[in-house]
């Protein structure tokens, strides 16, 4: 007779440590996948200017190319425990070069601050060891870095978005930051994994989760040009696609091409929102789903 062996589960697959190589260069390539994605409601795709008459796919490639180093730089900033004014200081820097290769347009200044943090953050927990799962970089993110962020938040802002943010009683990127970004973690990785535990392609699971993101995010850019009418205009398109069953909907890509038009009209674009899918397709490359 066979001994019967009791069925052994599976070992949990291990959880990879990045190096601040690896952590850098997915957010180089995320940010390619943002840009990438189309159609994209207001924003430059690959084939398309949007609602700007200022940059297309060569000026964002341009100044991806410019940025390569410094999320690997600001990772193994991270990593060796610097302090917030070093990620500051390196950031400003890299903005600089952005500008350099842009022409003096902004691109992903947005990304640069975001990304930047959170390549950081990665930073960090590599070097405990440790993988960068969700709940890990929000608390890095909060315990080590929120009192700074917190105080950057509150300085007079200087961009349009911010200006408009603080007018409006908004969330700037600053104060997005400060809180931890709730919509990175509350709103665009579930609706990632929802999408893709739906089994949706990843181009619907993106746009699926850029939506989710425009519905939830007070994004400074739509508030700078357009107002609180054309933020709240935005989120309630973006709440109408998803509700009618988003990209993956029969006619799904079709009502995207549809609020897009609607926004290139208004000369909306959810820049904010942009960047944080980008950030989502970054903590997917460093994190993809279990199999
Ligand atoms: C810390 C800064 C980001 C400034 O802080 P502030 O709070 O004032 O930032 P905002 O003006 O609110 O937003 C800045 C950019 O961040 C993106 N964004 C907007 N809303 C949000 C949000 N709620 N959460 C997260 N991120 C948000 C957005 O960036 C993207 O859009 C820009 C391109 O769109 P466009 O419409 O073309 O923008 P403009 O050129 O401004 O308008 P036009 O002239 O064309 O009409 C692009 O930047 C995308 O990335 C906001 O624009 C930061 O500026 C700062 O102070 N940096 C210093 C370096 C630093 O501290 N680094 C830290 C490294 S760890
Ligand atoms: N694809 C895009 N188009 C316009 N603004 C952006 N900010 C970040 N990504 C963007």
């Known amino acids: 007779m066979t001994a019967r062996c009791a069925p052994v589960a599976a070992a949990p697959r291990p959880r990879r440590v990045p190096t601040p190589q690896m952590i850098g260069r997915a957010a180089t390539l995320a940010l390619h996948d943002e840009l990438a994605l189309s159609p994209k409601p207001g924003l430059v795709t690959l ?156 181009a619907a699971a993106r746009l699926d989760t850029l939506f989710a993101v425009i519905a939830t995010l007070d994004d400074s850019n739509l508030a700078h040009r357009g107002g609180l009418g054309g933020l709240r205009f935005a989120q309630a398109a973006a709440r109408g696609f998803l509700a009618a069953g988003g990209a993956a909907a029969p006619g799904g890509m079709q009502a995207a091409q549809a609020i897009g038009a609607a926004f290139v009209q208004r000369r909306l674009s959810p820049g904010g929102a942009a960047d944080t899918l980008a950030a989502a397709c970054w903590l997917d490359r460093l994190q993809p789903t279990a199999p």
């Open 47 to 202: 084939t398309d200017r949007g609602s700007h008459a200022d940059m297309d796919a060569h000026t964002f490639m341009r100044s991806l190319f410019a940025l390569r180093g410094y999320f690997v730089r600001i990772a193994e900033l991270g990593h060796g425990g610097a302090p917030f004014e070093a990620l500051e200081q390196c950031g400003i820097a890299a903005e600089a070069r952005m500008l350099a290769a842009t022409g003096g347009v902004n691109t992903h200044r947005g990304a640069i601050f975001m990304l930047g943090l959170l390549c950081a953050s990665a930073g960090v927990l590599a070097a405990q060891g440790r993988s960068p799962a969700p709940a890990a970089l929000r608390e890095v993110l909060t315990q080590r870095w929120g009192e700074a962020l917190a105080a950057r938040a509150l300085r007079p802002p200087t961009l349009p978005g911010g200006l408009a943010a603080r007018r409006l009683g908004l969330r700037s990127a600053s104060a997005e930051a400060a809180a931890g970004l709730p919509t990175l973690f509350d709103t665009a990785m579930p609706a990632l994994r929802a999408a893709q535990q739906r089994g949706l392609p990843p």
